[in-house]
C-alpha cells in the first residue's frame, strides 16, 4: 500500500511516519508536509534514509499541487495530520486555521474523490465537542456529544470534521475520523504545555500557567494515538467517529508540579498568568467504541508515559535546543535541497 501522511513533520504525525515505516516495512509511506514553523525535518531523522519512506514539501491547501501529486504517486490512503494546531496562536491569527485546517482538509477530499482512494482518514480533536465543566466528573465526550466548539482551532477542527462526513455521506468517499484528547511524548514541539514546562524547568525558567492552573485536560502518550489511527484506518467502519483516550485527567497545575518534581526542580518557578481567552475548562474522553469495536488498549497511563517522555527530552536536548534556537529550521536546505532528496 502507497500510504500519503500528510503533517509527518510534525509532533504525532512525526510519530506516526516513525510508527508505519517501521511496522509496515512493504508498504510506502508518504510524508508530505508545508515546514511551518512547527514543521521539524529532525523528526523525521530516525526513517529518512528508509526505503519505504520519501519526503515531499507542500501545502495541503495548494490546489494544483496536491491534485498533481496524487495523479503522479497513486495513494491508497490517505492520513491527514497537516493542521494548525495551536490554540493560542488560533486566538491571534485565526485566518491561517481556516485555509489549513478547513481549505487544506477540503482540497484533499476532492482529490482523494477524484482518485478514489481506498481509505481517508482525518484526524481530529477532542477540543471539537467544547468543554465539560469542573464540577460535573460523571460526565465525558462521546462520539455522540454535540460539536459545540471554543476556540478558532477548534471550530476550523470541527469544520474540517463535518466537510469528512458529508463527503462519506455526498460522495460515498470511504472516510474515518478519529478525536483524540491532549498528546504527550517525544517530538512535542516546545510550545505547548508538557515540553514547553521540561525545556523551561531545564533552563531555571518561569513557567507560565493560565489563570487559577485548574483547567483538567485528558493525556495520552503519542504512541498509543498512534496505534489507534492504525487500528481505525485498517479495521474502522467507514463513516464512522472514534474517540481517542485513556482516561488520563489532570489540571495543569498537577501536571506541571509533576514534571518540576521528577525534574528536581521547585514550585517556585511556577509564574500565574493572565487566562487564555475563552479557555476550556475541561476535556474528558469516553473511548469505549474504540476499545469495544477495535480492541485498542492504551499501552502507558500518565504515571508511566510522563518519566519516559522527561527521560527523552533529557536524552535529546539537541532537538528541542535547535527549536528554541531556530536552527531547525535549516535542517531542510541543508539535508534535503543540497542532497536533493525533495521536491519543493
Ligand atoms: P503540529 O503543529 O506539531 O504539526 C503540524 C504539522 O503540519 C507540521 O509539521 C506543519 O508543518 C504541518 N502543516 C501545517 N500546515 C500545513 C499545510 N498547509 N500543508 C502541509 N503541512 C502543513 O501538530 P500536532 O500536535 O502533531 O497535531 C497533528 C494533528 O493532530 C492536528 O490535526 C491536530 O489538530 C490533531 N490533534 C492534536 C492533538 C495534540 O494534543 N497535539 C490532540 C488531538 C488532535
Ligand atoms: P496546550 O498544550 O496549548 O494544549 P490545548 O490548549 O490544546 O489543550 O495547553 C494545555 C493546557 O495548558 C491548556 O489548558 C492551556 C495551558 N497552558 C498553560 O497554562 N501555560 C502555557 O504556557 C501553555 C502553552 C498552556
Given at each position: 500500500m502507497k500510504i500519503l501522511v500528510t503533517g509527518g513533520a510534525g509532533f504525532i504525525g512525526g510519530n506516526f511516519v516513525h510508527y508505519m515505516v517501521n511496522k509496515y516495512p512493504e508498504d510506502m509511506i508518504v510524508n508530505l508536509d508545508k515546514l511551518t514553523y512547527a514543521g521539524n525535518l529532525e523528526t523525521c531523522k530516525p526513517?529518512?534514509?528508509?526505503?519505504?519512506?520519501?519526503?515531499?514539501?507542500?501545502?495541503?491547501?495548494?490546489?494544483?499541487?496536491?491534485?498533481?501529486?496524487?495523479?503522479?504517486?497513486?495513494?491508497?490512503?490517505?492520513?491527514?495530520?497537516?493542521?494548525?494546531?495551536?490554540?493560542?496562536?488560533?486566538?491571534?491569527?485565526?485566518?491561517?486555521?481556516?485555509?489549513?485546517?478547513?481549505?487544506?482538509?477540503?482540497t484533499l477530499l476532492d482529490a482523494c474523490v477524484k482518485y478514489g482512494i481506498q481509505r481517508y482518514h482525518q484526524v481530529s480533536t477532542d477540543e471539537?465537542?467544547?468543554?465539560?465543566?469542573?464540577?460535573?466528573?460523571?460526565?465525558?465526550?462521546?462520539?455522540?456529544?454535540?460539536?459545540?466548539?471554543?476556540?478558532?482551532?477548534?471550530?476550523?477542527?470541527?469544520?474540517?470534521?463535518?466537510?469528512?462526513?458529508?463527503?462519506?455521506?455526498?460522495?460515498?468517499?470511504?472516510?474515518?475520523?478519529?478525536?483524540?484528547?491532549?498528546?504527550?511524548?517525544?517530538?512535542?514541539?516546545?510550545?505547548?504545555?508538557?515540553?514547553l514546562i521540561i525545556s523551561r524547568a531545564l533552563n531555571d525558567e518561569t513557567i507560565p500557567v493560565y489563570g487559577t492552573g485548574e483547567n483538567v485536560r485528558d493525556w495520552l502518550h503519542v504512541y498509543d494515538h498512534c496505534v489507534a489511527i492504525d487500528l481505525i484506518v485498517r479495521k474502522g467502519r467507514v463513516g464512522e467517529v472514534y474517540n481517542v483516550g485513556g482516561h488520563n485527567e489532570r489540571t495543569n497545575l498537577e501536571?506541571?508540579?509533576?514534571?518540576?518534581?521528577?525534574?528536581?526542580?521547585?514550585?517556585s518557578l511556577i509564574t500565574?498568568?493572565?487566562?487564555?481567552?475563552?479557555?476550556?475548562?475541561?476535556?474528558?474522553?469516553?473511548?469505549?467504541?474504540?476499545e469495544t469495536e477495535l480492541g485498542w488498549k492504551p499501552k502507558y497511563t500518565f504515571d508511566t508515559g510522563i518519566p519516559m517522555t522527561i527521560q527523552w527530552y533529557l536524552d535529546n536536548k539537541e532537538w528541542w535546543?535547535?527549536?528554541?534556537?531556530?536552527?531547525?529550521?535549516?535542517?531542510?536546505?541543508?539535508?534535503?535541497?543540497?542532497?536533493?532528496?525533495?521536491?519543493?
Open positions: 526513517v529518512e534514509d528508509k526505503p519505504n519512506y520519501k519526503f515531499i514539501k507542500g501545502d495541503i491547501a495548494d490546489r494544483e499541487f496536491i491534485m498533481d501529486l496524487f495523479e503522479k504517486e497513486k495513494f491508497d490512503v490517505v492520513v491527514n495530520f497537516a493542521a494548525e494546531s495551536h490554540v493560542d496562536r488560533s486566538i491571534e491569527d485565526p485566518e491561517i486555521f481556516v485555509k489549513t485546517n478547513v481549505m487544506g482538509t477540503t471539537v465537542y467544547g468543554d465539560l465543566p469542573l464540577d460535573r466528573p460523571d460526565l465525558f465526550f462521546t462520539e455522540n456529544t454535540p460539536l459545540h466548539t471554543s476556540s478558532p482551532y477548534s471550530s476550523a477542527k470541527a469544520s474540517a470534521d463535518l466537510f469528512v462526513l458529508a463527503y462519506h455521506r455526498t460522495y460515498g468517499l470511504p472516510v474515518t475520523i478519529s478525536r483524540c484528547s491532549n498528546n504527550y511524548g517525544p517530538y512535542h514541539f516546545p510550545e505547548k504545555l508538557i515540553p501536571v506541571v508540579k509533576t514534571v518540576l518534581h521528577a525534574l528536581n526542580k521547585p514550585e500565574f498568568v493572565t487566562d487564555r481567552k475563552g479557555h476550556d475548562m475541561r476535556y474528558a474522553i469516553d473511548p469505549t467504541k474504540l535546543e535547535n527549536i528554541i534556537s531556530g536552527e531547525y529550521q535549516n535542517y531542510f536546505e541543508k539535508m534535503y535541497v543540497e542532497k536533493g532528496r525533495a521536491k519543493e
